[in-house]
């Protein structure tokens, strides 16, 4: 219940307008954003990597509802991975994976304009995969809701012609999912496996935490048990535990899959598992357009709604 109110707030146009006018500390933006602008995401980059920590770039933005606006988001991307290329971050660290790569949302890049809307999409997502291409980096496409996941797994499949390292991201929550990690889980295939972060209907989602923790542990079987590259998305001690379980028992190297934390939630923890030899990849959203980010994963744990409050009072 709280979680959809939450969510509800975050597509508020007017609630919008609201929080990103007043005083909000700069504190509660730094502490899940990696900057306002490309430079600021550079230099985020530079740091997470300087700590041991790959990372995977998000320009903040979605549900773009103007074919000049997708293109600038396409463009957004260009200029960050030329950047992150002059920086020396791309560094490649084999056929499917690098030191800093990029994820994008499809409707920031327009998948939901209309009739043309798969086309346009496409068309900005080939655009970027090929930059990214030459500078050595790769890419990752974000999953929506579940109205969009058929339209971004056929995208993917035909950017895949040309580009195999691009990433698809699956969601636990949904009914489906065991079935496509199944599909997915071929040589050469790299797949992000998260628990999902939108509201979604029973018919299509499993709806209780403890289903969605199960369908997690199926999903990450069905992709151990196979030959691509997994990439288990999730703060859940637990299931980062049984991913290095389940990776040990399928006889998969610890460079074989990685583990993937949001910025700024559990940052000891992203260190530590660094440390003890794992690859792990920060999730760095940047940009100017983090209200309805900041809204999700304030649904996720509102715990943090206090710290938000707070941080919304203050000057600071
Ligand atoms: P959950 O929120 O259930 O938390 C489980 C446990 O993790 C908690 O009990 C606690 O122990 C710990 N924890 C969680 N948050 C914490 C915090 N702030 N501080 C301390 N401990 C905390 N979604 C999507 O729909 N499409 C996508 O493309 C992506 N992409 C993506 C990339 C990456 C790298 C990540 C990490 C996540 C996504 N997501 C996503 C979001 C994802 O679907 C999900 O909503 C969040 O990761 C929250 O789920 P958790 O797995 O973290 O568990």
Redesign the pocket.
Known sequence: MLRSTILAASRNGRLERVVTRAPISRSVVRRFVGGADTAAAVQTTRALIGDGLTV?LDHLGEDTTDRAAADAAAGAYLELLGQLDSAGLTERLGPLTARAEV?VKLSAVGQSLGADGEKIATENARTICLEARRVGATVTL???DHTTTDSTLGILRELRGEFPETAA?L?AYLRRTEGDCLDLAYAGSRV?L?????DEPASVAFTT?ADVDRSYVRCMNALLAGDGYAMF?????T?IDIASARAEAHDTAMNGFEV???YG??PDEQRRLAAAGHTV?V?VPYGAQWYGYLV??LA??PA?LAFFARALISKG
């Open positions: 995977t994820s974000d999953m929506e991201v969601q992000r998260c628990k999902g972060a939108y935490r998305a999730t703060h859940d001690p299931l993937q934390l949001l939630i559990r990849r999730y999700r994963r996720e744990r943090n």
